[in-house]
């Protein structure tokens, strides 16, 4: 840009010496010079500035695509965590419902009921979303069909799912304060693992106590009279969190494709 205003100066400083010397065609020459170098100049400028736009919607297109993959990977890990909840909570109802342990053993069924309480919320990763939201900078988006996506994707479901995968269920108080600490230390220690925070798993494992003991624990859970009401709504909310997050897949996938298409230059 220094060039070109060193440029115009020049054919100022040339314009203003053929007006007092009155060289028209001189005159004429330059002003078509002085038109065309504006003209230029103007354009430059808006194509630099198209050019860092376009980089800036790349830039943001990338960390919602970071963000969905994100989403893909936290979605694919709580349809199988939960499916095991919901398995061992209908384990335990089943036993509540019937008096049939587990396998037959006092000890899987209290492990059912205490692995039926086991929690992982999920949220969206809405971070980049938010930011070009509250910038009023979703016009970045260029491609209306994606926009509309992370629109129904981040807004609209949020408030209408928030109460799903974010419940703190009653049942999880009751069964842990009913369940002794050596039999909670073993199942945290035998029967759990978290790698990371991304990750969590759920396990079968062999018993700390004698099974006469694991029956008096039964017994202590199926004489809260809460305890099994509460079980049941849990699972139900469990059941329908899976159905609702398994609806996501499709949606992210899509979205995961136009991110990548739009990203191309």
Excluded at 160 to 169: A, I, R, S
Aim: proline share 4%.
């Amino acid at each position: 840009m220094s060039i070109a205003k060193d440029n115009l100066a020049m054919i100022l400083r040339h314009l203003a010496r053929s007006l007092k010397e009155q060289n028209w065609t001189a005159i004429l020459v330059e002003f078509v010079l002085l038109v065309l170098g504006v003209f230029l100049g103007i354009q430059a400028s808006n194509w630099n500035a198209q050019r860092e736009e376009d980089a800036k919607a790349r830039a943001f297109l990338e960390r919602i695509r970071i963000n969905l993959e994100t989403d893909a990977h936290s979605i694919q890990r709580r349809e199988v965590f939960w499916t095991r909840v919901i398995a061992y909570g209908k384990q335990a109802i089943h036993y509540a419902e019937t008096g049939e342990k587990v396998d037959g053993s006092a000890w899987k069924t209290v492990l059912a009921f205490y692995q039926a309480s086991q929690l992982w919320q999920w949220a969206t990763s809405d971070s980049t979303y938010q930011e070009l939201r509250s910038g009023g900078e979703l016009g970045l988006i260029r491609d209306q069909v994606l926009r509309d996506a992370l629109s129904r994707y981040y807004v609209e479901n949020g408030p209408g799912t928030e109460y799903l995968f974010m419940l703190q269920p009653e049942y999880r108080r009751i069964v842990r304060g009913l369940t002794p600490q050596t039999v909670a230390d073993h199942i945290w220690a035998k029967c759990w693992r978290q790698p990371n925070p991304g990750e969590q798993y759920l396990y079968d494992c062999d018993a700390p106590i004698p099974e006469a003991q694991a029956q008096a624990i039964l017994d202590r859970y199926m004489n809260d009279p809460d305890l099994l009401p509460e079980l049941r709504f849990w699972v139900a909310n469990q059941s329908v969190s899976l159905v609702v997050i398994s609806n996501y897949t499709p949606l992210v996938k899509d979205m995961l494709a136009r991110t990548r298409l739009n990203s191309v230059p």
